[in-house]
Each structure stands twice: as structure tokens, then as C-alpha cells.
């Protein structure tokens, strides 16, 4: 059974930063492309970042770009992301997703406000 534990979440004022990480079981970790997923209340999830199953390719939407970064450790099995220059507009629920099927677990609620 695939189990995708994001952690890491909280209460930041903008500008301020985050790291999510989450832990992933029950399937080969290092075999398979990862992504964030957010969603926001009331609207549709957005996949904002994918990495590459060894980790070397990185993607983001554009409204990460420059301030997010994603990364992985497949000897823990540890999916990451680094959150800088947080905004408001940021504020979601934030899931690791197993970019192959969209398979999620449970996520972390990041909330952006002063």
C-alpha cells in the first residue's frame, strides 16, 4: 500500500519560509518521479513542482519559480520542499504526490498571513 506523509506545515508571515518533507512506503521510492501538490480552499489542486526519480530533473510552475525548491533523499525515502519568500497566495493544503499516478497521502496546511 503506498503511504505519502507530508509534514512541515504551519502558520508564516510572507516573506517568511518553509520546509515540507514528507516520507514515503509501500512502494520503491527511488523508482519513481515525485511532485507537491497544493490546493487551495475552493479551488482545484495545482501540481507546482516535479523531480525526477534520481533527482537531477526539476520542474516548477511559474508561481514557484525562483522561491521553492524540491528535492529528495531516496535513501530515506524523503521527498522535500523548500519554501522562501511565502505569500500570501501560497496559502494551501500541500500533498507529495507520486507523479506517475497522483497517488497522495495525507498533507499539511500551510497558512500565509500576517
Known amino acids: 500500500e503506498v503511504q505519502l506523509q507530508a509534514s512541515g506545515g504551519g502558520l508564516v508571515q510572507p516573506g517568511g519560509s518553509l520546509r515540507l518533507s514528507c516520507v514515503a512506503s509501500g512502494f520503491n521510492f527511488s523508482s519513481f518521479g515525485m511532485s507537491w501538490v497544493r490546493q487551495a480552499p475552493g479551488k482545484r489542486p495545482e501540481r507546482i513542482s516535479l523531480?525526477?526519480?534520481?533527482?537531477?530533473?526539476?520542474t516548477y510552475t511559474d508561481s514557484v519559480k525562483g522561491r521553492f525548491t524540491i528535492s529528495r533523499d531516496n535513501a530515506k525515502s524523503m521527498l522535500y520542499l523548500q519554501m522562501n519568500g511565502l505569500r500570501p497566495e501560497d496559502t494551501a493544503v500541500y500533498y507529495c504526490?507520486?507523479?506517475?499516478?497522483?497517488?497522495r497521502g495525507q498533507g499539511t496546511q500551510v497558512t500565509v498571513s500576517s
Open positions: 523531480i525526477g526519480s534520481n533527482g537531477i530533473a526539476t
Open positions: 504526490s507520486r507523479t506517475f499516478d497522483d497517488a
